[in-house]
């Protein structure tokens, strides 16, 4: 193989030159039959990560990617910009959780590249370091965490580069030390929670924990350990071989909780559908053999989330209501089509419901604005949170014992802040212990907000973010960067981005396309960009790019378009259907083959946001929304840089791999096509030192290509 690969020597001398000499990648042709329909695939054997041959190229992409970027000047200028910007917010704070005096919360100093766990005893001020992750393994993170009901034991979850393979550790609060139990492997987005009295804790079990093993998010069971004992003794509480009439797919997952009065044990089996069948029985029976469960939410119910208060399930649903309501029924006998609405449908959307301990929270967003309301437990009367203007969320700090909500607003241009409220005296002040010292210059003196709708390809209107300079030159001579993502109904909301402001300071324009596929205008919106109705989000898209460029932010010559994970099927179609409208695509460990992505650990819990391939009629969708097979010899393709996370296990490093390799091998635009691999990192990392090391070279390159003069190598 040595005689495949370039050596550094030649790499220097090609940054002047308009061809790039990538390592070779050999076409092997393998072709699928899509029912009737033939697609050859020249990448397939890429997909073998355990091969020698694959590892081999992913390390020779690497190093080239990486001898090209180290020459691009200043993009260490951009990876020390975006530490001083970190710094300058102070030290950042996650949600906190209150036990009696005690706030635990996880916080990253501005000079520290990850988080660690603290304490703080309200009635002192005082701050105690309760963990460092640094001292447990070697490139450990602490993904989640949760105390036990009397404050006596924390349980850590632990991930490690970027993995979401994880393992559980509980901490004894008294000693600092780690109790005998190791749990794992866990899922980083799965619930774990205590008994009340402190001796069991509940988790979902993953049935491995190999990243390349097929079987990686299947087969899931929901457990219940007893704490001092060996997991092999730990005791299924739903999972589908255990229990046959509960009807789990393969590829679901069971997650186990409380109410929050512990009268109910909850199961859900979860998937990328919200609409996910619910089942309860009392919490007396967690203890039994076998739990004799009782569904009380079927998918068809479109019921997204519920509370349970003694005999009260509330519920948030789109049914007959794309936009949303809150009901009301009985816990014992559900009726949800002759419900009580407590909340009916509006012109906005209610995103999101939560319990306090005599109040149910839900938010209320026109995509731009997201305020708060709360909903007495008791008489079902409604206020309004008094909270400023721009993005607010919020989580209970107890929700078992008080009401005290810890929220948190954002803005386009404002540093996100958090604010303390409580219900009983209704007011909403700026919190004193979760906000750092932060010294942010003004971006309002130096950049506009504007808020559009864009006419998309269907006539329907799409909502669009600008961010610009205030001495913007509207001619098409300044660089813009669009991103979009469109996909489980996921809004993309106003937020502050210290990355995205140190791309601000370079004179780019910032967008964001509202893209259907989201939640920004309900349901509907997430359907219309679903399945037969995939093309829309990149439509948007390209919609809205093209008003950038018609409105002369923008020129074709100067557009970054940027679409991450599910955004990767927004970008790698933008790019195949409109390849002269942008200048540069970053593709960020996208989904770019959609036809070949079924087959990795996560494909088949994609099946109801995409469709699956067993299905003639989704087949066809399938092959339309994938873009790797869409890329045609000869044409002139824009700059790409295509990143993967060596340890990605939601967008398996193969698939974004495969879509730079044939846009290597096909472009005709003498433009550059770079897979960024980065091994220390998955989806995403919560390190600090790796997130601005990789986005400083992304955003080097991207502003390279786009020719902004301070980013433009010496030719040789």
């Known amino acids: 193989m040595k005689n495949v690969f370039l050596t550094g020597c030649l790499f220097l001398s090609q940054i002047g030159f308009a061809q790039f000499n990538y390592p070779k990648t050999p076409e092997k042709p393998a072709t699928d039959d899509y029912f009737g329909t033939k697609i ?139 109790l005998d139990d190791v749990l794992a492997p866990i899922w980083s987005e799965f619930n774990f929670e205590f008994t009340p009295d402190g001796r069991y804790i509940t988790y979902t079990k993953m049935s491995t924990g190999d990243p390349n093993s097929n079987m990686l998010l299947k087969e899931m069971k929901a457990m219940i350990h007893q704490i001092g004992t060996n997991q092999d003794k730990d005791i299924v509480l739903g999972a589908r071989e255990e229990y046959p009439e509960l009807n789990i797919l393969t590829e679901q997952f069971p997650e186990v909780s409380f109410s929050d009065d512990y009268k109910s044990i909850i199961l859900r089996i979860g998937s990328t559908k919200s609409e996910s069948p619910v089942f309860y029985a009392p919490f007396s029976s967690i203890k039994d053999k076998k739990i004799k469960w009782k569904q009380i939410v079927k998918p068809s119910d479109d019921i997204v989330q519920t509370f349970i208060s003694g005999d009260q399930l509330f519920f948030l649903s789109h049914k007959n209501a794309p936009n949303y309501k809150i009901g009301l029924t009985s816990l014992s006998n559900p009726d949800f089509d002759n419900a009580k609405v407590i909340v009916p449908e509006s012109s906005s959307v209610i995103t999101s419901i939560h319990s306090s301990k005599n109040y149910l929270v839900y938010s209320l967003s026109n995509g731009i604005i997201q305020d708060k309301y709360l909903i007495d437990l008791k008489t079902l009367t409604r206020k309004k949170a008094p909270l400023p203007s721009g993005i607010n969320n919020s989580v209970a700090l107890n929700a078992r014992e008080n009401d005290n909500l810890q929220c948190y607003n954002s803005n386009w241009l404002t540093p996100a802040t958090f604010y303390d409220y409580s219900p009983e005296n209704d007011k909403a002040i700026k919190s004193k212990y979760f906000n750092g010292d932060s010294n942010y210059p003004d971006y309002y003196a130096s950049y506009e907000v504007k808020e559009v709708e864009v006419k998309s390809h269907d006539g329907t209107m799409v909502p669009l973010s600008i961010i610009y300079p205030k001495n913007i030159k509207m001619d098409g001579s300044t660089p813009a960067y669009i991103t979009g993502y469109g996909g489980y109904g996921i809004s993309s909301t106003p937020r502050f981005s210290n990355r995205l402001s140190v791309l601000l300071e370079q004179g780019t324009v910032v967008a964001v396309a509202h893209v259907r596929g989201g939640g920004e205008k309900g349901e509907n919106w997430h359907k219309d960009g679903m399945k037969a109705k995939k093309p829309n989000t990149w439509k948007d898209f390209i919609a809205c790019s093209e008003y950038l460029v018609n409105q002369k932010y923008t020129s074709p010559s100067k557009l970054i378009g940027n679409g991450g994970s599910m955004g990767g099927v927004l970008i790698g179609r933008a790019i195949t259907e409109r390849p002269d409208l942008f200048a540069v695509a970053i593709a960020e460990v996208g989904m770019t083959n959609v036809l070949r992505s079924q087959n990795s650990a996560n494909g088949a819990n994609q099946i109801p946001e995409v469709g699956s391939l067993k299905d003639p009629e989704d087949t066809k969708h399938l092959i339309e929304m994938d873009a790797q097979s869409k890329v045609k010899k000869g044409i002139k393709y824009p700059a790409v840089i295509v990143s993967t996370g060596m340890n990605d296990s939601r967008i398996t490093p193969w698939e974004p791999a495969k879509f730079a390799a044939v846009l290597q091998n096909s472009t005709s635009s003498g433009k550059p096509v770079l897979l960024y691999a980065n091994y220390e990192n998955g989806h995403f990392t919560s390190d600090l030192e790796v997130v601005f090391k990789e986005y400083a070279d992304i955003f080097a390159f991207a502003l390279w290509q786009v020719g902004h003069p301070k980013f433009q190598p010496a030719k040789k």
């Open 40 to 178: 050859t695939d020249n990448y397939q054997w890429l997909e073998d990560l355990k091969s020698p041959e694959v590892k081999t190229w992913f390390k020779a992409q690497s190093d080239y990617s990486h001898i090209i970027i180290d020459k691009i000047p200043n993009r260490d200028a951009l990876y020390n910009r975006m530490k001083q910007v970190q710094e300058m917010g102070g030290d950042s704070y996650g949600y906190a959780t209150q036990r009696g005096n005690l706030y635990f919360y996880v916080k990253t100093k501005k000079n520290e590249k990850l988080s660690k766990l603290y304490a703080k005893d309200v009635s002192t001020g005082k701050e105690i370091l309760i963990f460092d992750p640094e001292t447990y393994k070697k490139d450990a993170q602490i993904t989640n965490f949760t105390v036990d009901t009397k404050g006596n034991q924390i349980a850590l979850l632990f991930s490690k580069s970027g993995s979401e393979i994880c393992e559980l550790r509980i901490l004894d609060l008294k000693t600092k030390k780690f």
